[in-house]
């Protein structure tokens, strides 16, 4: 079978390997999409902090079950499944205590351990999912990134009925603004600098965008939450700038939660979150519960996926999918690599 690796940064050889054969409590899985997402990009560029080389990367990943080993018993051969990748430890504190997600020893497939770029992919059946078989293909390998928004905006809880502004229109804040509204938010409003990606968000049914460099968020927060402004905040970009805008726009008691990933130390004006009351939460990854949760959105045609889907590449020319991304000046959203 074959196996793209990227042997170091901006290289990927593709290899003609041993087909896997499953454990006995591992699941076969005949990989059929692999989303590129944003950490993709970091290990490509040779800028992500906790990834080696060589590394086979794919962690969005969707497929159908080709075998399983002897002790398996929840699948059958063509179940069209997703799976979680992350090894944990199980023995940590954040382990004992039902937060496995945020492991002390927390690895991923795809970074710190191999991924699912590879005809083939055997992975422990724990965290294995089965779908619907009325869940497309494409729609599947998105599950992970659905995944990680539906935990996000569970760190603030129930957002019936809330006022919820995103910051930043890239697949993860616009997954997260569409979970939001498919909760039962009020009004989402998001901002980006992008049109390209102001544009997405419109096409995905969200209730208002703004583009901050254009038009004065405060104002614009105004106009579309009212006087009661917000009342949560999620950052999904990792920038000073919008976690600056997170703190300096939230109403007094508002939740901010930290979304993105910071490649540089931000400077945070703390003296706001105390005198505000402000309540700030991280978010990693995601729970079993929140891939079941994602799942059940999908089924039931909550989120438009369609549209963000944007490119495709074949699987034996991994590379493009970052050549293509790299000429795209940002106007992409989700690369997907077919096999
Ligand atoms: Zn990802
Ligand atoms: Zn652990």
Do not use: W
């Amino acid at each position: 079978m074959l196996q793209a690796v990227m042997t170091n940064p901006g290289i990927i050889e593709i290899r003609d390997i041993q087909r896997p054969e499953p454990k006995s409590d591992e699941v076969l899985i005949e990989v059929k999409r692999i989303g590129v997402c944003g950490s993709d990009i970091h290990v490509y560029y040779g800028m992500h902090p906790y990834t080696s080389y060589p590394v086979v990367q794919g962690h969005e990943v969707s497929g159908v079950v080709a075998d399983f080993g002897s002790d398996v018993k929840s699948f059958s051969k063509g179940d069209k499944v997703v799976f979680m990748p992350q090894v944990t430890c199980g023995t940590c504190y954040p382990c004992r205590h039902g937060m496995y997600h945020i492991c002390d020893h927390l690895k991923v497939m795809g970074f710190q351990t191999d991924g699912a770029a590879q005809e083939f992919f055997p992975v422990v059946a724990d965290m294995v999912l089965k779908l619907p078989e009325s869940t497309s293909i494409d729609h599947a390998a998105l599950i992970e990134p659905i995944s990680v928004a539906v935990h996000a905006v569970s760190q603030y809880g129930n957002v019936e009925g809330k006022n919820v502004l995103v910051l930043g229109a890239g697949t993860i804040g616009n997954l997260v603004a569409q979970v939001a509204k498919a909760s039962g938010a009020k009004k989402v409003l998001i901002s980006d600098i992008s049109v390209y990606k102001q544009q997405k968000a419109m096409e995905c049914g969200i209730d208002a965008v703004v583009n901050p460099q254009q038009d004065d968020l405060g104002q614009t927060i105004l106009e579309v939450f009212g006087p009661d402004k917000a009342d949560v905040i999620l950052e999904c970009v990792g920038v000073q700038d919008t976690i600056t805008q997170a703190v300096t726009y939230a109403r007094k008691g508002s939740t901010i939660v930290v979304v993105g990933v910071f490649g540089k130390k931000p400077t945070v004006d703390l003296g706001l979150v105390q005198d505000r009351e402000l309540k700030l939460f991280g978010t990693l990854m995601y729970q079993k519960r929140d891939y079941e949760r994602a799942i059940d959105l999908v089924k039931n045609g909550k989120l438009s996926l369609d549209n963000i889907i944007t490119h495709r590449i074949p699987f034996n020319q991994y590379l493009e999918a970052y050549k293509l991304i790299e000429a795209s000046g940002g106007e992409y959203m989700k690369v997907m690599v077919d096999f």
